[in-house]
């Protein structure tokens, strides 16, 4: 059993009824629906219950964390963010939805500024399968296509160790590496792009498998702490330095080099 | 011309007689002597100092910076730890050096804990060179020794970008990452290993030799700002979605779906 | 079930008594025994075999292959190799032992000269494990030692994209990645160092535990041929060129340009 | 000086007119007139000479090697395409274009298919910078375009250390990671899609300052042979096996284990 916490700031869905009508549960509550399966045990919490619905009791019985977020980052506490990132260090996994690319947590475990470029016109996007053999993609095929999607570009600010997924094709010309995994600790974190909240993304059954198979992916293989040892050694030392370093700095006539 | 400032938590230097005798001007004074160069232009900066030395105008006027930091790790300010950050994404260069690894600088550009095993026993250490051909490198031979160093080893917590330069033997029984590059934004970093406290390491030509390609290799092709524009369409879009999306989620009696 | 053909060279043992005392069936023959598992259907095949024991039956209907060679790379045939190095990239996993870094396997996925340094002074090594969430490290410590080991040293001349599983350190001061993993088409590779015929290697638990998970890291996902198809447009082409080339590239007098 | 050879197949430009009507001087007739500079001393060499133009004197002499081939990839001697790949290995640059995508000397250096989709439809083409501060694309900005090219698109069978310098949208709904580098042995490989034969692409100001910018990059750091010494210890070895191994594998009754 995958214990799986869905966090979505869920502001959009409250303010917007055009939003509110394509997710009337919220997109976490939808993400909730479309995953359910009888190896994921599914939660949601949200930016505005109590420390955002990631109390150290949540955090401590969530295998994969799943991050959507857009207007309200800013808002998202720092002792929070930290919580989380120590906890993704120690094993949780971890998957970025959409425009949670500018998250205070992927910004974290990235170091990056994960800027790109956007725009957003309704147009067709194409998501070829880089990586036939990796377990995020199994079930899909050479490409999906979504008919609407807010566009995402290049260049994306992430690092080298991006492992690329998916690449993008968006109608109006641009490209976008639209799925990227890393791993950081012992955890893994898995970027992907679709999403938008103006668009039914989650309803798209190519999507919520993608994000099916990323939770599966990012389980963790353990939870350990790190830590800093003073190791004691494992073979005998016998180069210990004997002369005063201050004297071998010296000169002749005892004045400093 | 390079610009180099070559920061340093400057303590123990100011604490430990022992110390001050092996680095009488201090870490960052002994680096700047012995990376004295035509192409370079040396500056230092300390904790101490009135923003630690990291106003604006030094961070705007520094190409690449050097970081050598220890028992006051904590105490550097997180608002100018974000400058740092930043001004290293927009282009400057960072090289990070001995127990650096656990400075808030280098966490945050891995997004990682930086933990590893150490040992204080004046061991032995030689660094084996892994990447002949890169600048880094260049000028060193197949390894080169020194004869006690604090023993730093595996597992090191950082990302698998961190390109490896360098892999380190400890006479007690260890191997470490010595040496390592990353990219993040438009920046270059380096971390190398070599340079406790308690012994003249930075007054090896060796380890001088590898800190100064270093400085060299890291200097910013540019000086960018990162923005996330929204960007239009460089095709022209003809899927734009004219259904309402209410529409399409509803059901046939009109009720959400 | 997965289809494990461990292929051997098989010759010290049947031409040096001290080896053949310490590998009695082979070095394929100790380790089809120590690897027998329920789910893995293990066979063997040695050089001397009609087509080294790798005929199209035997390839088509292997999962993963292990290679131990050393003095006798140069005798295995090119066709064999071109079929096994087919093979791997339709999805066959390759456990590359030992020696088995030159054999021309090896240096056909990874395209490098695959040198390194080497000494046979029964010396200890210990190998650090690096990749502890990985499949191939699981129920693997921080580290293992051999006793007595050939010692392999840096710079092994590999691909960037080797990933580091294991750093391996040696009693007379040298360093190596002992285990690195590499993906080429479909295929999964892993080069392993421990294994030298004169030493009982693959007696040791950790050392067949390493080959065994490997092994299962290994499995193809799925064989699939590569194709490079003539793929009709998915979106309607407007671009098409209608002025004649040659038209455009000459001069006003109709001279090229 | 950088020693360039510009070596191409030449069979098009020979056999149909309208493609000698674009390139009457043939594909490396256009590239040594685009290419020429002051730092550059550029020769070429085709299919058809005496060991197809790449003598021992020739390859012993060339810092960087461009290679365009087509039809006639399998018309290359082996003999001649391993003397390449070993001088790549020791130092020499390879810069590969468009259809050199499937020549033996890029299947040998990135050990995989390189199988790709293509498609010729005369259609509009657009590469993203996807690394702006690699030297390859100093001078080009954020993306360029091609008003006709042949498709080359994903999924693109490469290793994973091709590090992505620019990513190609493609009018007709591909992308395509369409220029790589590589490194392999000392030798740096920057592979780069456009260049179909039917288009003027070598006459792109964009594409020339890729292509100098690559030659430039990859000009040898130095040459030298590889090796795999016999290294003698660096440290005393204290951990001989003196214990016979027969004697340590034998049961208590003097059998074998």
């Given at each position: 059993m995958i214990k799986v916490t869905i966090w979505n700031e869920f502001r959009h869905e409250q303010e917007i009824p055009a939003i509110a009508a394509i997710y009337p549960k919220g997109i976490h509550g939808q993400l909730a629906e479309a995953l359910a399966a009888e190896d994921l045990e599914i939660r949601t919490a949200t930016l505005d219950q109590p420390e955002h619905g990631l109390t150290d009791e949540v955090l401590q019985s969530t295998d994969v964390l799943v991050w959507w977020g857009h207007c309200a980052h800013a808002l998202v506490r720092d002792d929070i963010v930290e919580k989380v990132h120590q906890r993704i260090l120690e094993g949780m996994g971890l998957i970025v939805l959409h425009s949670g690319h500018f998250s205070k947590i992927f910004k974290r475990v990235t170091g990056c500024t994960c800027s790109l470029k956007w725009r957003e016109a309704g147009e067709k996007c194409r998501l070829w399968n880089?990586?036939?053999?990796h377990p995020i993609t199994q079930g899909i095929g050479e490409y999906f296509e979504l008919p609407h999607e807010e566009m995402y570009g290049e260049r994306?600010?992430?690092?080298?160790?991006?492992?690329?997924i998916f690449i993008g094709w968006f109608e109006g010309g641009n490209v976008f590496r639209s799925g990227v995994t890393f791993e950081r600790g012992y955890g893994k974190v898995f970027y992907f792009q679709p999403g938008h909240e103006?668009?039914?993304?989650?309803?798209d059954a190519n999507v919520i498998k993608v994000i099916g198979n990323a939770i599966r992916w990012a389980r963790p293989v353990f939870f350990r702490a790190h830590s800093a040892p003073n190791s004691p050694a494992l073979e005998e030392i016998r180069?210990?330095?004997?002369?005063p370093h201050a004297a071998v700095l010296q000169n002749a006539d005892g004045t400093n080099r």
């Open positions: 880089i990586a036939p053999t994306f600010d992430i690092p080298e160790d991006g492992k690329v103006s668009y039914p993304t989650y309803y180069s210990v330095d004997t002369a």
